[in-house]
């Protein structure tokens, strides 16, 4: 599942051939993903300039030259993939498209004035693409900080987490808390702080804010740089934007060592998502 560094690696992906240009041409392959694209999706589309390209939490915002926006999420399994036929290779953002995932998934397709054509496949369809006209509520209206914006500081996550009865790890995945932190992330980040994932949230010490935040900061961007040098292979790869490797001090290792103390990392279920731990490092 895309998190947060996979979808900021795909924004910096599209933006050179999609950001300045035209919707000349909308192909919709089904009338739906997780969501209706809506009767007038096409026309509200076709013929627009995408303005600007942005990313908040786990979402595409395109701003569109009508004033409308264009969320786009991709769910479980979504990829967007462009293909540019004679392209040069070495460019960010202009990559070979070699069809390696299947052509049936390909639901949506998006011909650019840049000569461009940006597929979107999802095989599981968990993703959706939504319009929003101007000064319309929005999905994006409540989310918390950014957690790499100034938004997100100390004083503001312990001012959040106050009061909060739930274990911090809980809390952390509230995206009003903050926007986009993922499963994964928070996991990292707590091992990091060396803080207990069961920890009551509102019951965090100052200084313990203090580290906690930055070691947020600090996974996400690491991992928004390694997606970004990873942008570089996919001409090599299959093209498709948004996945890429990258290694966890403790997501996905239970039992494997602890690389501070050598206990085995451990994993159990809190809210229904996978904890992965250290025992001994984080009380
Ligand atoms: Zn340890």
Known sequence: MPELPE??????????????????RVTLNRPD??????????TR?????????SRRAKFLDAQLSSGDRLFMHLGMSGRFCIDQPGAPKDNLGEFVYAHDTN??????????SSGARILYNDPRRFGFMELIAPGKPSRLDHL??????????????????????????T??????????????????????????????????????????TRHIKD???????????SLKD????????????????????EGEPCKICDAPIKRMVQSGRSTFYCKACQG
């Open 7 to 24: 979808v900021e690696t795909v924004k910096r992906g599209l933006a050179p051939v999609m950001e300045g240009f035209v919707f000349e």
């Open 33 to 42: 993903l997780r969501f209706p694209f809506g009767d007038d999706f096409i």
């Open 45 to 53: 589309v076709q013929g627009q300039t995408l303005e600007r390209l």
């Open 103 to 112: 052509p049936r998934h390909d639901h949506v397709i998006f011909h650019m």
């Open 144 to 169: 918390g900080p950014e957690p790499l914006s100034n938004d997100l500081s100390a004083p503001v996550l312990r001012a959040a987490l106050k009061g909060k009865k739930a274990n911090i790890k």
């Open 171 to 212: 809390t952390l995945l509230d995206q009003r808390v903050i926007a986009g932190l993922g499963n994964i992330y928070v996991c990292e980040a707590l091992y990091r702080a060396r803080i207990s994932p069961r920890r009551m949230a509102g019951r965090l010490k100052a200084a313990e804010t203090e580290v906690l």
């Open 219 to 229: 996974v996400i961007r690491e991992a928004i740089e390694a997606g970004g040098s």
């Open 234 to 253: 996919f001409a090599s790869t299959d093209g498709a934007l948004g996945y890429f490797q990258h290694r966890f001090d403790v997501y996905d290792r």
